[in-house]
């Protein structure tokens, strides 16, 4: 069994992983986003947070690419898709050398906003949405999402060329 977050007890697991990452639906609604069609692709997926349960949660209404670097991190991607038997890609490199392009762009606790934001600019089509746990600071479009369990931001960033 592999360590791939530092989360241990359920009830935490369930909130700051799954809940946190399905929140983003909220921000696509929000937004106006229409998900039906959509590709997203999730960058430096990690233990696949918080693409997965947006597929999950969306289903065939979307189709799925998860960037990881880690190679570890990449098998056990492989392994949940065989064994949730839902259709999405694990692309095993380094964001940077992805040639690919994305409607929608998201990630969550890949770093700092002004290193993500050209990185992921260059993998999308449309959006990119970056979760924080602060609210970001500078001129930014945001969604603040308040819900019992989960206060986070999610930078909303529409692309107009």
């Known amino acids: 069994m592999h360590n791939l977050t530092g989360v241990r007890e359920d009830k935490d697991i369930v909130v700051r992983h799954f809940l946190d990452s399905v929140s983003l639906s909220l921000c696509l609604r929000e937004k106006g986003v229409k998900v039906e069609g959509l590709s997203l692709c999730d960058v430096g997926t990690g ?37 949730l038997g839902i259709p999405y890609r694990v692309l095993c490199k380094e964001a940077q050398k992805v040639q690919e392009k994305f409607t929608v762009v998201v990630s969550r ?53």
Request: net charge negative; proline share 6%; charged share 30%.
């Open 47 to 83: 233990a696949g947070f918080p693409g997965v349960p947006l597929k999950i949660y969306y289903g065939e209404r979307l189709e799925l690419t998860l960037i990881e670097a880690v190679a570890k991190k990449c098998s056990f991607l492989e392994y949940l898709r065989v064994r």
């Open 109 to 161: 606790a890949l770093g700092r906003l002004e290193e993500v934001i050209p990185l992921m600019e260059g993998l999308s089509e449309k959006y990119l949405l970056v979760m924080k746990g602060r609210e970001p600071e500078g001129d930014y479009d945001y969604c603040k999402i308040d819900l019992p369990d989960i206060q986070s931001y999610v930078l909303f960033l529409a692309k107009t060329r």
